[in-house]
């Protein structure tokens, strides 16, 4: 699976053990920066693994900020992006069971280094249930197109 992947300074440490997990584990990574823990701003490079995601240069994308928090948030604001904040794996579970979320968020200052690897490889191989959700991911996005015809 081609996953990408980005950070900001303060996820910097995790994210990069999480590509060298990926690669370990036979994935493709996309990694779009930062490439150092100097201070940088988050937004840029979370939307920027949401686009590489939504335009199907990856199948999935992992964004990792010091809480995850806005990491998520600027992630969610590309169109067609389904970004969730997950803390154990029941959160990274349902999130792609029941949300179909295409990129995961994590908190480097919150989650340890070894959790963070087994939320990935929950949100990776976990796959979409469909059925009930499915009318509940159509009406999200439905909200989503609608908001945005408002800002056209």
Do not use: W
Not at 47 to 66: K, L, S, Y
């Amino acid at each position: 699976m081609k996953v990408a992947v980005a950070s900001d300074h303060a996820g910097f440490e995790l994210k990069t053990a999480i590509v060298e997990h990926l690669k370990g584990a036979g994935h493709e990574v996309l990694d779009l920066g930062t490439d150092s823990p100097a201070p940088v701003d988050y937004p840029v490079f979370c939307a920027a693994c949401a686009r590489a995601v939504v335009a199907g240069e990856a199948e999935m994308g992992v964004v990792v900020g010091g809480s995850g928090q806005g990491e998520q948030i600027s992630a969610n604001k590309v169109h067609g992006a389904r970004a969730a904040l997950c803390h154990d794996e029941y959160t990274a579970r349902l999130a792609r069971r029941h949300n179909d979320a295409n990129l995961l968020s994590i908190g480097a200052r919150v989650t340890a280094e070894a959790l963070a690897l087994i939320l990935v490889d929950t949100f990776l191989a976990t796959a979409f249930d469909g059925g009930r959700h499915r009318s509940r991911i159509e009406q999200v996005s439905a909200i989503e197109i609608e908001e945005c015809a408002k800002r056209a």
